[in-house]
């Protein structure tokens, strides 16, 4: 069974930093998403295997950083000069190594639980 567990969120002030972390059981792609509340989920960033391949939403683009720690199958997500809308519950996603990474929810087969993210102004 796979199993995804973040770590790292909270409360900060706008502009300010938070680093998210998720462990994973096994080997995968993997990515983080959003959901604010009344809003869908949203796709956030997304890191392959061997971290040659990302993919960033348009609104975190130069704020947001994904990296991995292949050693321990771990990946995080920097961020960087918070905004309150950045603020929502954030989760860590997985899929096979070989299918690559995709924005698309519905590609992911693995989510963890969520980690609450709340920028105040």
């Known amino acids: 069974q796979v199993q995804l567990v973040e770590s790292g969120g909270g409360l900060v002030q706008a502009g300010g930093s938070l680093r998210l972390s998720c462990a994973a059981s096994?080997?995968?792609?993997m990515g983080w998403f959003r959901q604010a509340p009344g809003k869908e989920r949203e796709f956030v960033a997304a890191?392959?295997?061997?971290?040659?391949?990302?993919s960033y939403r348009d609104s975190v683009k130069g704020r947001f950083t994904i990296s991995g720690d292949n050693a321990k199958n771990t990946v995080y997500l920097q961020m960087n000069s918070l905004k309150p809308e950045d603020t929502a519950v954030y989760y860590c996603?997985?899929?096979?190594?070989?299918?690559?990474?995709?924005?698309?929810?519905?590609?992911?087969?693995?989510w963890g639980q969520g980690t609450q993210v709340t920028v105040s102004s």
């Open positions: 996603a997985a899929r096979p190594i070989l299918r690559g990474i995709t924005s698309n929810e519905g590609d992911w087969d693995y």
């Open positions: 096994g080997r995968y792609a």
């Open positions: 890191l392959s295997r061997r971290g040659v391949m990302t």
